[in-house]
């Protein structure tokens, strides 16, 4: 059975900084990504790695944000800095089966940026 589980998000001020965790299990994953929904908004791809370490971004959140991964551990890491408002959405994680091609979600984590 696939499992995500995320972890990292909360509140924080515009400029400031969090950082999303995203530990799978029960999968043998190729390409991880974190996609974020804003109310009323689809959701969007923010940023996506593949097992051999190519990432890509969104445009608006390159120079910002950085995604990691373990493949030790099966988890993807999401360094997000300068954070704006417009940043603001429910984080989720993604993790595409390498077997199947089936991508499985996680449970999503809220981020929040205001003053």
């Known amino acids: 059975q696939v499992q995500l589980v995320e972890s990292g998000g909360g509140l924080v001020q515009p400029g400031g900084s969090l950082r999303l965790s995203c530990a799978a299990s029960g999968i043998i994953i190729s390409v991880m990504g974190w996609y974020r929904q804003a109310p009323g908004k689809q959701r969007e791809l923010v940023a996506a790695i593949t097992s051999g370490g190519m990432t890509n971004y969104a445009d608006s959140v390159k120079g910002r944000f950085t995604i990691s991964r373990d493949n030790a551990k099966n988890t993807v890491y999401l360094q997000m800095n300068n954070l704006k408002p417009e940043d603001t959405a429910v984080y989720y994680c993604?993790?595409?089966?390498?077997?199947?091609?089936?991508?499985?979600w996680g449970q999503g984590t809220q981020v929040t940026v205001s003053s």
């Open positions: 993604n993790a595409r089966s390498l077997v199947s091609g089936l991508g499985s």
